[in-house]
C-alpha cells in the first residue's frame, strides 16, 4: 500500500519545525523576488523530488531521452554527486564515472547520441549547453534531480512522488525525509506517482488523486516500474527474471537509497534473495569485494548476483574483482511504464511544449515513432495535444 516504506523518528520532530523554517524561508524568498528564478529561451524540462532517496528519477529522465532523442538534440544536465571534479564538465569518449558521477555517466554510456554534462550551478551549465562552441545543436535540456534548485525556472517541473513514500504521509528532514514542506507539490506542472502496484484499482487512484490535491493546472500521472532482460558484468551472458530457475538463489548487492522495493520485486521471481546493501552512491573498495565474495560463498547450491546499473558502473573498474565474482554478477536495467493509458498523453506534453518553446521552431516529426520503443507502448494518436505549461 502506499506509504508502506516510510519511517518517522518523531523525537526528532522539534528539529524538523527549525528546518522547516529554513527550508520556508528560502521559498518565501524566491517567491517575493528577492532570490532571482532564471527562465532560458532554449527549452529546459526539470525532473526531481523533494524526498530524500530514490523516487525513480534516472529511469524518469532516461524515458526523456528515448522520446526525444530521435528529433532534437537532447542534453542531460545533473550536478554529479559524489564526482572527483569541479565546475562545469561535458562527458566525451574519455570521461569515466568519477569524472561526472555514477549516474550520468550510466547515460553517457547508454546514449551516446546526447549530451550528458554536470554542473553543480545549474545555470551555468545551461548557459554552457546552449553555446554552440561548447554542445553544438543543443534543442533541449533535460535537469536531473533539481527540483529543488530554484535558481533555475525550468518550462516543465516534473516532480516525482514514490508510491510507498507519499509525501502526504512523510515528514520533515531530520524525523523524515522531505527536503522541503508537501506544499513544495505546488510548484510542479506535472506530478508523476512512481513505483506503483499493476494491480491499483481504480479507487486506488481516486484515493491518492484526493490525497495530493493538486491545482486544476498541473498534470497527475502515475509509472510502474518494469526489468529488463539482465546482463553479465563480463557481457557474454543475459538472463530474464522470469527465466530464472526456482532453485537459484540471487544475492542483491545495492548502492542504493531504496532498495527495498527492488528487492520486493524480485521476491516475486526467485524465493532465495539474499541482501547486501551499501549506501546511497558507495564507492566500492578492495574491503568491500571481499565482503562480497564473502556473503556470495556463504550461500550454497546454483546461484547469481544481482545489482543495479548504476552499482555495475562503479564495479566495473575495480581490479580486485575477479573473472568468477564479475561473470557471476548481473546488472538489472529499469525502465518505467504508465499506467491507466496515461502515456501518450504525457508524450503529447513533453512534444508539444518543446515544439512551442524550440528557438529553432522545430517541428517534431515522425510522430508514429514518438513514443519510447518498448513492448508496453499504446497506440499512437494522429495529432499531438496543444498544450503549453506557460
Not at 564507492?283 to 556463504?298: L, M, P, S
Request: charged share 30%.
Amino acid at each position: 500500500m502506499e506509504g508502506d516504506l516510510i519511517k518517522t523518528n518523531n523525537w526528532l520532530l522539534p528539529l524538523s519545525w527549525i528546518y522547516g523554517l529554513g527550508v520556508g524561508l528560502r521559498n518565501q524568498l524566491f517567491e517575493m523576488g528577492v532570490l532571482k528564478s532564471r527562465s532560458f529561451d532554449i527549452p529546459v524540462i526539470s525532473v526531481g523530488n523533494i524526498t530524500v532517496g530514490g523516487s525513480g528519477k534516472t529511469p524518469h529522465v532516461e524515458y526523456l531521452v528515448r522520446l526525444l532523442k530521435d528529433h532534437v538534440k537532447v542534453a542531460v544536465l545533473s550536478r554529479g554527486y559524489k564526482r572527483k571534479t569541479k565546475g562545469f564538465v561535458l562527458a566525451d569518449d574519455n570521461t569515466t564515472w568519477t569524472d561526472i558521477g555514477d549516474e550520468p555517466y550510466q547515460m553517457h554510456r547508454k546514449y551516446k547520441d546526447i549530451y550528458v554534462a554536470v554542473d553543480k550551478n545549474r545555470c551555468h551549465g545551461i548557459e554552457q549547453l546552449s553555446d554552440d562552441t561548447v554542445a553544438k545543436g543543443t534543442d533541449v535540456v533535460l535537469l536531473d534531480d533539481a527540483y529543488q534548485h530554484r535558481y533555475v525556472k525550468p518550462g516543465i517541473n516534473i516532480l516525482l512522488v514514490d508510491y510507498h513514500r507519499m509525501i502526504t504521509k512523510d515528514k520533515l528532514l531530520p524525523a523524515g525525509r522531505l527536503r522541503e514542506p508537501k506544499d513544495g507539490k505546488n510548484r510542479a506542472d506535472i506530478v508523476i506517482v512512481t513505483k506503483c502496484p499493476d494491480d491499483m484499482k481504480p479507487m486506488d487512484y481516486r484515493v491518492l488523486t484526493k490525497d495530493l490535491d493538486l491545482y486544476p493546472f498541473q498534470r497527475l500521472f502515475f509509472t510502474a516500474v518494469r526489468y529488463e532482460e539482465m546482463r553479465s558484468m563480463t557481457g557474454n551472458d543475459t538472463l530474464s527474471l522470469e527465466d530464472i530457475d526456482k532453485d537459484t538463489s540471487i544475492l542483491l548487492l545495492t548502492g542504493i537509497a531504496s532498495p527495498d522495493q527492488m528487492r520486493m520485486d524480485i521476491e516475486k521471481y526467485c524465493s532465495k534473495v539474499h541482501t547486501l546493501s551499501f549506501g546511497d552512491h558507495h564507492q566500492y573498495t578492495a574491503k568491500d569485494i571481499q565482503t562480497i565474495k564473502a556473503e556470495y560463498e556463504k550461500i550454497e547450491g546454483k546461484k547469481i548476483i544481482v545489482t543495479t546499473e548504476k552499482d555495475a558502473v562503479r564495479l566495473a573498474d575495480l581490479q580486485e574483482l575477479d573473472d568468477y565474482l564479475r561473470s557471476n554478477i548481473y546488472q538489472l536495467p529499469i525502465k518505467v511504464a504508465f499506467l491507466q493509458d496515461q502515456e501518450e498523453t504525457f508524450c503529447d506534453n513533453i512534444l508539444s511544449y518543446i515544439n512551442k518553446n524550440s528557438k529553432n521552431n522545430i517541428l517534431i516529426r515522425n510522430k508514429e515513432n514518438k513514443k519510447p520503443q518498448q513492448t508496453d507502448s499504446p497506440k499512437e494518436k494522429d495529432k499531438p495535444l496543444t498544450i503549453s505549461f506557460n
